[in-house]
């Protein structure tokens, strides 16, 4: 996935020393108006990249996003059972977060933003195209992913039985929630997924805590993640747990629908919105202040 936080920060500053050409004042963040345009430039790359590219890594990220509930797994089967019990088990949470991210794998609560930024800044029917074109392979290819996971962790994948039943019973847990709960459930899971890509830019030498307390945050919160939320769908209805009309209906779409308007409804317009006039001209230009990136 292209990841905006490799960029060097925009200032006035040395690029070799981090100060300012007078050596006095430490290096300034970027504006609104620069990780805007750093995060509608990334989004851009990724419409525009080919099909495979799009679906491998997003299988790819898939596969990895098990990580978390592997880790969670573990915690819950080997911690007592305390009112303590669920706040150690979500420390696990953030750990397929930080391989799909940092690894640049396609994630698609990650591309709500990033897509829905050049869409907003020029709309346009080819642009919407483009955009949809982006989420509908990022989530088939992530499905993809959680679901071969989910059929290996039934399957015999794990083969402690002690920590499969660990991610059985914490994959549990969203089966409490109807419909439209989950689709309400998972709306702030997508605002603050689309946050990380939003701040990771500006994070630099931090993107590994604003990724870890951020989705730690969504794990404690107990949030509708559609793609962690699929994998442990999956593992439930391949080891005989639930259907897969309940599977599909019942738990993935109602996530996906909600982290959708976290991200892309309530996120990604509000992001724009705040610079909005600085970002276009009278004209409907693209301003050409600074950028994160050179």
């Known amino acids: 996935m292209t990841n905006a936080s490799d960029a060097p920060p925009a200032t006035d500053a ?16 970027p504006s609104a108006v620069a990780l805007h345009r750093t995060v509608r430039q990334a989004g851009q ?16 990220a898939g596969i990895a996003i098990n990580t978390s509930l592997v880790a969670e797994g573990m915690l819950h089967a080997r911690l007592p ?3 303590w019990r669920e706040a150690v088990v979500a420390l696990g949470y953030p750990i397929g977060f930080l391989l799909v991210i940092l690894g640049r794998l396609q994630l698609f609560t990650e591309s709500t933003v990033t897509a829905m930024l050049p869409l907003v800044t020029a709309p346009s029917r080819a642009a919407l195209g483009k955009t949809i074109r982006l989420w509908g392979i990022v989530i088939a290819a992530n499905l ?17 039985p002690m920590l499969k039943q660990g991610m059985v019973e914490v994959s549990l847990k969203i089966t409490t929630l109807g419909f439209g709960a989950t ?3 998972a709306v702030p899971a997508g605002f603050l997924i689309a946050m990380i890509a939003w701040i990771l830019p500006n994070a630099r030498t931090q993107s590994f805590w604003v990724i870890f307390l951020i989705t730690y945050i969504v794990a404690l919160g107990g949030f509708s993640h559609s793609i962690v939320g699929s994998d442990e ?3 439930l209805l391949f080891d005989g747990h639930v259907g897969v009309a309940e599977a599909f209906g019942g738990l993935i779409l109602p996530a996906l629908i909600g982290n959708l308007a976290g ?6 317009l509000l992001a724009h919105a705040q610079v909005r006039s600085d970002v276009t001209d009278g004209h409907g230009q693209e301003d050409a ?4 990136a050179p």
């Open 81 to 83: 059972d305390a009112p």
């Open 289 to 292: 202040g600074e950028d994160v």
């Open 263 to 268: 991200g892309a409804g309530l996120f990604a």
């Open 144 to 160: 993809v992913g959680t679901g071969i996971a989910g059929a290996g962790t039934a399957w015999g994948l794990i083969v402690d």
């Open 183 to 185: 689709v309400v459930n």
């Open 233 to 235: 769908a999956f593992l």
């Open 45 to 60: 790359e990724e419409i525009e990249r080919p099909f495979w590219a799009l679906a491998w890594s997003g299988i790819a």
């Open 14 to 29: 040395d690029p070799a020393t981090g100060e300012d050409p007078e050596g006095s004042l430490p290096a300034a963040a």
